[in-house]
């Protein structure tokens, strides 16, 4: 716990005690947790709209708070920590991270946490990709002649959302993107990139 509030790795929280710890601050946010028995919150406060945009794609109501939710400048949510813990932090990392001039990561970690932040640092560290907030603007797809534009589209699969989200990252040029990814994973780097 950091209770020194002129200090970057100091996250107050929502009650101000201050007993998050922050894993990495960059330009683009911070990510924290609070340890809760066998739950973690894990916290995120993005520092930019775009790093907000990235977020907001993928940490989905209602299972992350986002932020204007009870006041509160955050994403947040709450996850056992049998492994979805782990999860939530992977989502987030990613997004703060990719793009991310400067990420200064608190030297007070965890020995896994250490190691899994130099592992999502190392897979955002792709400098020829557009940085986060950089959009790039794509042509409009024609619809076919035979095609009713006014019927409503079918919701879209798990493995449709998956094969769209790959296809979209090669065109994107993300590095390393495969069919191992999680969702959750393809997800933020793709919003992360567009």
């Not at 907001?56 to 986002?66: D, R, S």
């Not at 782990?86 to 703060?96: E, F, G, I, P, S």
């Not at 020995?111 to 557009?130: F, N």
């Amino acid at each position: 716990m950091n209770k020194d509030t002129s200090n970057k790795f100091f996250m107050a929280g929502t009650t101000g005690s201050g007993k998050y710890i922050v894993l990495v601050v960059t330009e683009l946010g911070r990510i924290g947790y609070r340890a809760l028995g066998t739950h973690w919150r894990v916290r995120v406060e993005p520092a930019t709209p775009q790093a907000a945009a990235a977020l907001k794609a993928v940490c989905l109501k209602p299972e992350w708070k986002h932020p204007g939710d009870g006041g509160q400048p955050r994403f947040s949510t709450v996850k056992a920590t049998d492994g979805e813990h782990r999860n939530a932090l992977v989502v987030a990392l990613t997004v703060l991270l990719f793009g991310a001039q400067t990420a200064d990561v608190n030297p007070d970690l965890e020995p896994w946490l250490a190691k899994l932040v130099a592992g999502c640092r190392d897979v955002s560290k792709e400098p020829e990709i557009a940085h986060l907030g950089t959009t790039v603007a794509a042509p409009a797809p024609e619809a076919p002649a035979d095609v009713d534009v006014l019927a409503a589209p079918l919701p879209e699969t798990a493995d449709e959302e998956r094969a769209r989200l790959l296809s979209d990252a090669r065109k994107l040029g993300i590095r390393g993107a495969n069919s191992r990814w999680k969702l959750e994973t393809l997800r933020a780097r793709v919003a992360a990139a567009s």
